[in-house]
């Protein structure tokens, strides 16, 4: 009966973004100093690949970045989309379509994500090519970049990337 209840809450939680979810999760070398390092400036670059929407990619990227607004451990910090995405340097990486967490932060991620599909979906905070932390999930399908749910599904995602500090470490320590 007590493995019953948290699993009926999985489902719920599931329901309440449409169908969006986030099932993994990474922290490899993350550390929330290091997200603060990265943002020092107020800003965190952002590459958006891959568009499940009809929208432009252009407006499709300034949603995820309004999706990503306040999960920042510095909640000031904005996220901004990247006119040439790149393989260099601190930025979070996002893609709309099948992609690995090896692969995630290079150049040219794959994807694969159809208008309006339901899909798989990823997201790393990167430093060149290492994912520092990782999420991987599923997109429910949708028509626009302004569909409530992918601004519920983005701040999942956001907070996920960026927790204040390591979990993983935190196991380690016995914290």
Do not use: W
Request: proline share 7%; aromatic share 10%; glycine share 12%.
């Amino acid at each position: 009966m007590h493995k019953v209840l948290p699993l009926a809450g999985l489902l719920v939680l599931g329901a309440c973004t449409g169908g969006s979810s986030i099932y993994y999760y990474d922290y490899g070398r993350y550390s929330g100093s290091t997200a603060q390092y990265a943002a020092r400036d107020g800003q965190m670059p952002l590459a958006v690949y891959g568009n499940p929407t009809g929208d432009t990619d252009a407006a499709f990227a300034a949603a995820v970045a309004r999706g990503l607004d306040g999960t920042h451990v510095d909640h000031t910090v904005r996220f901004v989309p990247m006119q040439a995405p790149n393989a260099t340097g601190y930025r979070v990486v996002t893609v709309f379509g099948s992609t690995k967490r090896e692969s995630i932060c290079t150049a040219n991620p794959a994807t694969g994500a159809a208008p309006g599909s339901n899909g798989p979906m990823a997201a790393a905070f990167c430093l060149d090519e290492e994912p520092l932390s990782f999420v991987q999930g599923q997109l429910a399908g949708m028509s626009s970049a302004s569909d409530p749910a992918l601004r519920t599904h983005l701040y999942a995602v956001g907070r996920g990337l960026f927790p204040l500090e390591n979990p993983k470490k935190r196991s380690e320590f016995g914290r």
